[in-house]
């Protein structure tokens, strides 16, 4: 008898299959003496659509909303449905004893495989493998320790929970919203709220009104102080005529040092990476997207095995991982690494405190870091290599000691007026060392009147010290800044907006329906999303609500929460949703609309964006025409920038160009670039091939070469 193992992805599958000894391999799955191994195509099986309910939703009307069944149905992905035949064959085998479910060890890992068990009829048992990382070592030790599959039931009711959920809100309001107001307008559990807090920015930035204010410094000749008012120690002067007065009081004056405070400030070392705090480092250092960082991130550790799990939302290591620490850290002394990790592999001991390993901290994996494969950089790819470092210098980080320095704060006064200086001697440079001298990982930027850090000579209190020089300067006050990525995934991450690994595609679907967009690297409202917000409603836009249900879905995977009310009270909500939307009397006025008419019904064409470029389309849905924009994305790529050119046309025909760098190529013909079309190829042949042409074999080396182009 034999196991039928199931894994996420058709490498994951192939590379459990290796470590297990099977080597009998099949299109869709590859067998051994004990074990079975095969795999899903990331989801086989989704949530059934309104039209398999009932054809009549096949026509998307107001009046049949909310489309609220008694019970969810599954079906069968199509484009995958030959992969999901074929585990249905293998588990009606006699001689398949049980399954041990291999997908991914998370809330969506749990769902793809219990949905597929759910349509085959699965009734034999069934264990889990739980593994953090995908090398031989681990796949070994998850597969000689696989626990019950009953013990991840209630991790499968908060991903079928979350799933149903997801379909009742974001499909129902989608379809009244579309319906409404006639345009492609789409909202969601998790986008919505998503959305109004970056419109909620766009606001604060527009309502601002900025305020001139001065600072005056003063130049003691070995440093420079800033001015403070006496009792709330701002530093801003809001009457030019006042900062003059004091500049003129204190020009050429002596004071004195009325205060030197020396204290020992110590800075821990940063905690291991989760992915939320990983995509923001990636972002804020390399201009990464969340959605990037997570498709190198998961190279790195299903590819390479050189990672653990990434979808976590821990930021501790558990106790029974000490053991394996330095293991860890001699797999990574090579290159940069090597002079960092020495030090720690010499000592005894790791420092391993309470700061770095929390049983209580972690829930389903600890935090992100190297496993023990063995890293060869030259088989990364650059982008690779530099998320890699910063994981594995946050690694290191860990066993280093504290930062340490001593914070020094002067005071001097002078005709009665005080300035401010402050100072650092750095003690012990501890983890910064892994970084290097100069490195700061603060994420709080110190406001513009804020005195920079400098050496300060040694003072004693009640010395005199004159003023060299002294000026004021002009500022003025700051709108908030727009959010770049890393903002926004560290708002969703406090408003409870959805989970580590579904952030970046939030993100990502709020871009791909146009709703947001960015610009150097700052995400900015667009009109659409501007009027979209309006015509939800206030519940649906808050964080709250929405930060309501995470925290159920959290209880019900946990075992706390009842997963039938939850989806219950998502029900009436959508119903109230919906309603709301029904009675509203706001206007959408379509941001897209173009000059072209359409040739069928003669309504102006909407523009709307596409991975392959800009389709124009009649907003009427039941005329349905659309037609390609004039300048389409080719497959052709840039010379310079390598991102995809436009085909154009011109007065010499269609070309390749490239906007940002101008650069243009001839396009020959459409269908094949510079090939040659059928039509000049039996020109070709024909002129060469007869007696007026050349001789019979060059035209027959001509036929070769035109065979050859075909392919």
């Not at 999901?84 to 041990?100: H, M, N, Y």
């Not at 013990?151 to 499909?171: F, H, K, M, P, T």
């Not at 892994?434 to 700061?440: F, R, T």
């Not at 470029?613 to 924009?629: Q, S, V």
Request: aromatic share 6%.
């Amino acid at each position: 008898m034999k196991t039928l193992v199931l894994a996420e992805k058709p490498s994951v599958g192939r590379e459990i299959a290796r470590v297990l000894g099977c080597n009998q391999k099949s299109k869709s799955y590859i067998e051994g003496p004990k074990y079975i191994v095969t795999w899903a195509l990331g989801h086989l099986v989704e949530l059934a659509e309104p039209e398999d309910y009932d054809p009549k939703y096949k026509t998307w009307k107001l009046e049949d909303l909310p489309i609220v069944p008694d019970r969810m149905r599954l079906k069968v992905i199509r484009e995958s449905s030959h992969q999901f035949r074929a585990i249905s064959q293998l588990a009606k085998r006699k001689d398949i004893k049980d399954l041990i479910i291999a997908t991914d060890a998370g809330r969506e890992g749990e769902l793809v495989a219990r949905w597929i068990m759910e349509m085959v009829k699965w009734k034999k048992p069934f264990k889990r493998l739980w593994i953090s990382s995908q090398t031989d070592k681990a796949i070994k030790e998850g597969f000689a320790s696989v626990k019950a599959g009953e013990a991840y039931d209630n991790l499968y009711q908060s991903a079928v929970c979350r799933a149903e959920a997801d379909w009742l809100i974001g499909l129902n309001i989608t379809r009244a919203l579309t319906s409404k107001f006639n345009a492609q307008l789409a909202a969601g559990r998790v986008q919505t709220p998503t959305l109004s807090m970056i419109i909620q920015r766009e606001e604060e930035i527009r309502k601002f009104k900025p305020t001139e204010y001065w600072t005056l410094t003063a130049d003691f000749g070995a440093f420079s102080g800033m001015w403070r008012a006496r009792g709330n120690e701002g530093s801003r002067i809001f009457r030019k005529e006042i900062a003059q007065d004091i500049d003129r009081k204190v020009a050429g004056k002596t004071g004195k040092v009325t205060s030197m405070k020396t204290s020992e400030k110590t800075e821990p070392q940063p905690l291991a990476y989760d992915l939320t705090e990983l995509q923001r480092d990636a972002n804020k250092r390399y201009g990464f997207s969340a959605k990037h960082t997570s498709n190198v991130l998961q190279r790195l550790y299903e590819q390479h095995k050189l990672v653990t799990y990434p979808r976590t939302d821990s930021r501790y290591l558990t106790s029974d991982m000490v053991s394996t620490l330095k293991g860890r850290l001699d797999s990574i002394e090579v290159g940069p690494y090597a002079q960092l990790v020495r030090p720690l592999l010499k000592e005894k001991a790791l420092r391993v405190t309470k700061r770095i390993v929390d049983d209580s901290k972690v829930t389903d994996h600890h935090a992100i870091i190297p496993t023990e494969e063995s890293l060869r950089l030259g088989d990364l790819t650059n982008d690779e290599r530099k998320l890699y470092d910063l994981i594995a210098r946050r690694f290191i980080a860990l066993f280093y000691p504290a930062y340490r320095y001593d914070s020094i704060q002067l005071t001097v006064e002078v005709a009665g007026e005080s300035f401010h200086a402050k100072g650092k001697a750095v003690k012990d440079i501890g983890w910064k060392a892994v970084y290097g001298v100069e490195a700061s990982l603060s994420n709080e930027e110190s406001g513009e009147e804020e005195a920079a850090d400098q050496v300060l000579p040694v003072l004693r209190q009640g010395e005199e010290i004159s003023v060299k020089h002294s000026a004021i300067q002009n500022h003025l006050t700051k709108p908030p800044l727009r959010y770049t990525e890393s903002d926004l995934l560290a708002r969703m991450e406090k408003n409870n907006l959805g989970t580590p690994a579904t952030r970046a595609d939030i993100i990502e679907k709020l871009l791909h329906t146009e709703t947001i967009e960015r610009q150097s690297n700052r995400l900015y409202p667009t009109k659409k999303g501007l009027q979209l917000i309006k015509l939800v409603a206030n519940e649906l836009r808050s964080p709250e609500l929405t930060a309501q249900w995470e925290r159920q879905l959290e209880d019900i995977a946990r075992g706390r929460g009842d997963a039938k009310q939850f989806l219950s009270g998502i029900r009436r909500q959508a119903a109230a949703l919906v309603k709301e939307i029904a009675t509203s009397n706001v206007e959408y006025k379509p941001h897209n609309v173009t000059g072209s008419k359409c040739p069928e019904c003669g309504q102006n064409l909407r523009e709307i964006k596409g991975k392959r470029g800009k389709t124009l389309i009649c907003p009427d849905r039941e005329c349905g025409y659309r037609r390609a924009a004039e300048h389409q994305l080719s497959n052709r790529r840039c010379p310079q920038c390598k991102k995809k050119m436009e085909i154009r046309s011109g007065k010499v025909g269609k070309f390749f160009q490239c906007k940002p760098c101008n650069v243009v190529e001839k396009l020959e013909n459409v269908s094949g670039g510079g090939k040659v079309n059928k039509h000049q190829q039996k020109a070709l042949l024909k002129k060469y091939s007869s007696d007026e042409g050349l001789t019979s074999n060059l035209g027959e080396l001509l036929k070769a070469a035109l065979e050859q182009n075909k392919k």
